[in-house]
């Protein structure tokens, strides 16, 4: 048996390994979609209440038609159609764009979720009050702003969960030492938490610092709902006091 020693290739022709491609941001296609749900969800409000003096044609007792209580969760309609988008652009979009593509509808959509939040306290409140009839009528308003809403936070989720499960894959989320635990769990608990409210938006800030990308804006959009609260409140003391 002969021992061949390998052939020797001398530097120059030695093929060097290719660059990592950087990632440059900035704004993709995929992000139209998500703006164009979000006028969606707020143009089907205006619609329903346009509607609401047309369509009447059952539950005349109650003002309300099999038509328009179907029309109010057209938000699952975007739901469905934000999953499909997902799992289509799956293997061709970067991650950081699904990130992206849930903060525009999260973020975009924070002054619905206010109101709505406020419809949900007003009528909760008027159950206490000495009209006995609200105590019949506001449970049910609640529970439908409660659905309504729920599948609204929902609009954003397969954005959010796809990010998840290929940062997992990606080793975005590893420890220090290189554990895949972190790549397992953060993926699972992020896109549980995209089912609540409140931890929805808290897993996308914890995933914008992790990444470093939409910090600023993060930063930008939870400072000003408590900045804009504290001059209204403080423009409406100083009228009172005015007066």
């Known amino acids: 048996m002969f021992y061949q020693q390998p052939y020797y290739v001398p530097q120059q022709y030695q093929q060097a390994p290719l660059p990592k491609e950087e990632f440059k941001g900035g704004f993709h296609p995929f992000y139209i979609w998500p703006i164009i749900s979000i006028c969606l969800t707020y143009g089907y409000i205006i619609l329903f209440f346009i509607a609401s003096n047309f369509l009447r044609d059952s539950y005349k007792d109650t003002g309300l038609s099999v038509s ?9 309609v975007i739901t469905i159609a934000n999953t499909a988008i997902a799992v289509i652009c799956y293997r061709k979009t970067d991650r950081r764009f699904f990130l992206g593509a849930s903060l525009i509808i999260k973020y975009g959509l924070i002054p619905y979720f206010i109101a709505g ?22 449970p049910p308003i609640i529970i439908v702003l409660s659905i309504i809403g729920w599948i609204s936070l ?19 989320f590893k420890g220090r030492n290189g554990g895949k635990a972190g790549s397992i769990a953060f993926p699972i608990i992020g896109s549980v938490m995209q089912m609540f409210f409140c931890l929805d938006v808290i897993a996308a800030v914890f995933a914008c610092f992790k990444e470093k990308r939409h910090v600023k804006l993060t ?11 504290g001059i209204l409140m403080a423009l409406l003391i100083g009228t009172s006091a005015v007066k």
């Open 219 to 229: 930063i930008t959009v939870l400072a000003a709902p408590p900045v804009i609260f």
């Open 68 to 76: 328009q209580f179907a029309f109010l969760f057209f938000p699952l």
């Open 154 to 172: 929902s609009e954003s989720a397969p954005f959010m969960i796809v990010y998840f499960i290929k940062a997992g894959r990606e080793g975005v």
């Open 117 to 138: 939040g406020l419809l949900i306290a007003i009528f909760f409140l008027l159950i206490f009050t000495p009209v006995v009839i609200m105590i019949f009528v506001s």
